[in-house]
């Protein structure tokens, strides 16, 4: 089992900056992916990002709604995912979650969210207007 611990939500204005952490302990390993998942207040948990490595390749993911405003990236040495977050609007207002799993997931699977095994508590962004 993982343990995920994510770091870096708060409060900020439309048009600002946000960068999220996510910390993974316990059992990972070299063929996994880490994704980020948010659900804002009635709605149904949506998928934002994800990054899947092994040995020879890594590979990226994102919703359409932050393509190009968000980036998902991992340092393995600290075996910690990050979620650089430009350009917020009111709309990226939710909890956002770190996801892990130890499994290999091809690309559609890795933007599922029933396909990641760990979830971290969350962490709350707030995108004023």
């Known amino acids: 089992q993982v343990q995920l611990a994510e770091s870096g939500g708060g409060l900020v204005q439309a048009g600002g900056s946000l960068r999220l952490s996510c910390a993974a302990s316990g059992r990972t390993s070299s063929s996994y992916a880490m994704g980020w998942f948010r659900q804002a207040p009635g709605k149904e948990r949506e998928f934002v990002a994800a990054?899947?490595?092994?040995?020879?390749?890594?590979?990226?993911y994102y919703a359409d709604s932050v393509k190009g405003r968000f980036t998902i990236s991992i340092d393995n040495a600290k075996k910690t995912v990050y979620l650089e977050m430009n350009s917020l609007n009111p709309e990226d207002t939710a909890v956002y979650y770190c996801?892990?799993?130890?499994?290999?997931?091809?690309?559609?699977?890795?933007?599922?969210?029933?396909?990641?095994?760990?979830w971290g508590q969350g962490t709350q962004v707030t995108v004023s207007s």
């Open positions: 990054i899947r490595s092994t040995w020879s390749a890594r590979r990226t």
């Open positions: 996801a892990a799993t130890n499994r290999y997931l091809d690309a559609t699977q890795a933007l599922g969210a029933e396909q990641y095994d760990d």
